[in-house]
């Protein structure tokens, strides 16, 4: 059976509430995937824990590409201390000790 996290880039169709269709981004490659055999997370639902509350993971990304002339993201394979404080430059109210960096 084809893994979802065989996709290293992919576009996403979803199809109701029983899966999602994914396609490599020149639209080749079509499978269905069931949300009975994957688990998917909406980026909707996915936040960052702040002082306060929480901010939409949307969000962040967005002020990440707003900031990124003047505040160009760190490398991914960065150890946690940097990572964690490149998010801080772009959300300075994140809660560092609720936040987790796990490699």
């Known amino acids: 059976m084809d893994n979802i996290s065989n996709y ?5 169709f979803p199809v109701h509430n029983n899966g999602l ?4 981004l020149d639209g080749s490659g079509k499978k269905f995937y069931s949300s009975r055999q994957n688990l998917f997370s909406p980026l909707e639902s996915i936040g960052i824990y702040t002082d306060d509350d929480s901010t939409p993971l949307l969000d962040v990304m967005l002020e990440m590409q ?10 991914e394979k960065s150890d946690a201390d940097t990572l964690r ?5 772009v959300l ?5 000790d609720r936040e987790l960096i796990i490699f």
Not at 8 to 12: R, V
Not at 85 to 89: A, D, K, P, W
């Open 21 to 24: 269709i994914l396609s490599e």
């Open 66 to 75: 707003a900031q990124e002339a003047s505040n160009p993201p760190v490398d």
């Open 92 to 96: 300075p109210t994140f809660d560092r």
């Open 85 to 89: 404080n490149y998010l801080g430059t």
């Open 8 to 12: 290293d880039y992919w576009w996403c």
